[in-house]
């Protein structure tokens, strides 16, 4: 049998970066199959030369045994390829229906849309993906994690033969990845061949058959079998030696000053009675399921709701905070969105204008001139210790790996030198070496005297990197304590709080109401 995907010594170059290096790849029918590799591997600028999105500059690509070279992502399409970028590329404007239809719906736009087929036959791929959400619905109403799962429910609706998934389960939740699962095995089973990317090793094991890994551009291991394999072997292979697992200790002392702290804290979109401090020194970790309103809360602080009762105190003291350009300026607040291409970055500019960004205001000169230089001397030794894979510093960031744009959104927060650091999934999408990297790259922050406040959903992740942590459900902090570092304890310890939280789904629109009702 011909394998559905048969990929020969693809090479491919960037200005000043050797891309890849004669990378192959054999999918066969009927198998889930993992590309793996560190941010920077390659793994993306293969999935753009498979989908017609680049053009390779050598080698060759074979459909069911037939060489091919698409011009464009829509020939790629009619020839049985489907995929789900590790950027969403849904439209905010149009409806869960349209976007999931999409392609059928421009590529008829010389006949009147039915409106209710497309509705119609969007619940049927909602379902599949066992997602209750209304078709109607705009797409601009989502939250990150729902959004990706449109963006997976467009790729199904193709009914493509040759499925490719770019770090799919990113942005979802434990129940939402496991549905993912579900789906994808009925499609292997089925014939369909998927090649799975993503940097959650544990995900690779449960789910894949076979595996390639790249590093350096090039090929570390070929379509081998994952059967026999372990997290160590993968590891080995992606990065050259051992996965580095950093001691990190924490810090339980209480004698630290506190920077920030909320006291009895409501705001507009819903929460209420949040009492928090974060203190110079340490690393609090803010753990919850999806929905519970964690990110919602650090936009608050940061000036993007508003609090309608309780205060923000800095230093003891209480302020306002208006917007995120006052919260860095005055206070000293940065902000790593875990949205890095709607908030993060700026990814039609280049990688020193978003790291200096932050910057800019005082750096000026007489008359408000701002060099380069000037910028270039502040921001390079950040870049270096994040160690960025770019070109140039002028090297636009839509054009760096999604790990490197992650950096690139931290750099700007340290070059600012901000006392409070909140950061938002801080590892999503990035691969094993990095993420150690950032874990001790925050410990290094929080040990230097700045305040952290950690958002995750990787449990794992918080438990290491956190010295106290605080767990929120509707919307509400319904637990806080100390973390011993001990990871049977400390699971059991906030899912208890989580489960014994009263089920008050309706908590939110309730504070809502009465929130506008009082305005």
Same mark, same amino acid.
């Given at each position: ?137 705009? =797409? ?6 729902? !959004?990706?799962?449109? $963006?997976? #429910? &467009? @790729?199904?609706?193709?009914?493509? *033969? /040759? ?120 690393? =609090? ?6 929905? !519970?309103?964690?990110? $919602?809360? #650090? &936009? @608050?602080?940061?000036?993007?709701? *508003? /609090? ?212």
């Amino acid at each position: 049998m011909s394998p559905a995907l048969d990929l020969s010594e693809i090479t491919k170059s960037f200005p000043g970066v050797k891309a890849l290096r004669g990378v192959s790849l054999r999918l066969d029918p009927g198998s889930i199959h993992a590309l793996l590799g560190e941010n920077g591997a390659g793994k993306s600028t293969l999935i753009k030369i498979i989908t017609g999105a680049q053009s390779p500059e050598g080698g060759e690509i074979c459909v069911s045994g037939k060489p091919v070279c698409f011009a464009n992502p829509l020939q790629a399409i009619e020839a049985g390829i489907g995929v789900v970028h590790q950027e969403r590329n849904l439209i905010p404007r149009f409806s869960v229906g349209e976007n999931i239809l999409l392609d059928r719906i421009a590529s008829a736009s010389l006949r009147p849309i039915n409106y209710s087929a497309v509705h119609d036959e969007a619940t049927h791929w909602l379902r599949l993906l066992e997602l209750d959400i209304d078709p109607r619905r705009l =797409v601009s109403e989502l939250n990150v994690a729902t !959004a990706q799962m449109i $963006e997976i #429910a &467009r @790729a199904l609706s193709q009914q493509s *033969r /040759i499925l490719l998934m770019d770090e799919p389960t990113a942005s979802l939740t434990l129940s939402e990845t496991q549905a993912l699962f579900r789906m994808l095995r009925r499609l292997r089973d089925q014939g369909v061949a998927i090649l799975f990317v993503s940097h959650k090793l544990e995900e690779i094991l449960e789910l894949c058959d076979a595996v390639t890994v790249l590093r350096d551009g090039g090929n570390a291991c070929l379509s081998r079998p994952l059967a026999g394999m372990s997290r160590s072997d993968i590891v080995s292979l992606m990065i050259g030696r051992a996965e580095p697992i950093p001691d990190l200790g924490r810090n339980q002392r209480t004698d630290l000053p506190v920077t920030l702290s909320l006291a009895s804290v409501a705001t507009l979109g819903g929460h209420r009675d949040i009492d928090l401090d974060l203190r110079s020194g340490e690393i =609090v970790g803010l753990y919850g399921l999806v929905g !519970a309103g964690r990110s $919602e809360l #650090a &936009r @608050a602080i940061i000036g993007l709701d *508003r /609090i309608t009762h309780g205060e923000i105190r800095i230093d003891g003291a209480p302020v306002s905070i208006g917007s995120p350009r006052e919260a860095l300026h005055r206070f000293g607040i940065g902000y790593v969105s875990e949205d890095r291409k709607q908030e993060g970055v700026i990814l039609s500019h280049g990688v020193l204008a978003n790291v200096g960004s932050t910057v800019w205001s005082r750096l000026r000169g007489w008359f408000g001139f701002l060099r380069d230089a000037t910028v270039i001397r502040l921001v390079a030794p950040v870049l270096s210790a994040l160690e960025v894979k770019a070109s140039s510093l002028d090297q636009l960031v839509e054009n760096l790996s999604g790990g490197n744009q992650q950096k690139v959104s931290l750099a700007k927060w340290l070059a600012a030198g901000t006392r409070v650091l909140i950061v938002d999934e801080p590892t999503v999408g990035i691969d094993v070496k990095t993420k150690a990297y950032f874990h001790q790259l925050l410990h290094k922050l929080a040990r230097e005297g700045r305040a952290v406040l950690v958002i995750s959903s990787d449990m794992p992740e918080l438990i290491t990197l956190s010295d106290r942590i605080a767990v929120m459900d509707h919307y509400r902090l319904v637990g806080k304590f100390e973390n011993s570092g001990d990871y049977g304890e400390m699971s059991h310890a906030i899912m208890a709080y989580i489960h014994a939280a009263p089920p008050t789904a309706s908590l939110k629109s309730q504070n809502s109401a009465a929130n506008a009702a009082a305005t």
